[in-house]
């Protein structure tokens, strides 16, 4: 294999990673520029931005729901009550409708509509959890409840960072390749009747 510099060379070729010969090289245009930056900053929001929105985001959660707890747990007690009546076909695959009744704290008696297990009778007694104003309830929230809800925000804003990341790629690419088209066309329209002309020749 021969040694020889190309005959076409003009000189000695720059280094290869030369950023002077790319910045000033014609045939990157400012479209190329721009995409190239634009993908140097959604890496880094990939790389760095995205771990730290879910960490942030799934924190906020976790703590927010903690603070529920707390509010739940403190506004809310579970109390022995006597099923009075059970409906009939509710409609609920795993929980029946009841009447309910049980005194409170100061001794009055109250009614209410509470969701059972199946297969309750009436007379049985059951523990239902009611808020201060004595309101059937649900549960409180749990402390695992609240570590749950922290990573499924966590994992969802992970996901909608890096598909944002994505579909902005897909966003930019598809709107500078349209200018480098619309581009090409006008050039193509100034160069194509010289072009043309050569072969009526």
């Known amino acids: 294999m021969s040694t020889r510099s190309s ?5 000695p070729l720059p280094p290869r990673g030369d950023r002077t010969s790319k910045e000033h090289n014609p045939l990157i245009r400012t479209s190329d520029r721009v995409e190239s930056w634009l993908r140097r900053v959604l890496l880094v929001v990939l790389l760095a931005g995205l771990p730290v929105a879910g960490l942030v985001v799934g924190r906020t959660t976790y703590e927010s729901s903690i603070q529920t707890v707390r509010t739940q747990s403190a506004e809310r007690q579970q109390v ?3 099923v009075m009546s059970i409906a009939e076909n509710v409609g ?3 929980r029946e409708r009841a009447q309910v009744r049980w005194a409170d704290s100061s001794g009055a008696v109250r009614t209410a509509t509470a969701l059972l297990k199946p297969g309750m009778t009436e007379g049985a007694t059951v523990r239902v959890w009611v808020d201060r104003d004595g309101t059937v309830t649900g549960p409180p929230l749990t402390k695992r409840q ?3 809800n922290g990573w499924f925000a966590g ?3 992970v996901i909608g960072v890096t598909a944002g990341v994505f579909l902005t790629r897909a966003g930019a690419r598809l709107v500078l390749d349209r200018r480098r088209y619309a581009r090409w066309d006008a050039e193509w329209d100034l160069v194509e009747p010289g072009w043309a002309g ?3 020749r």
């Open 146 to 148: 609240a570590l749950t």
């Open 92 to 94: 609920q695959a795993v």
């Open 155 to 157: 994992g969802i804003t």
């Open 80 to 82: 022995g009550a006597r």
């Open 198 to 200: 050569r072969f009526r």
């Open 7 to 11: 005959p076409y060379a003009s000189g």
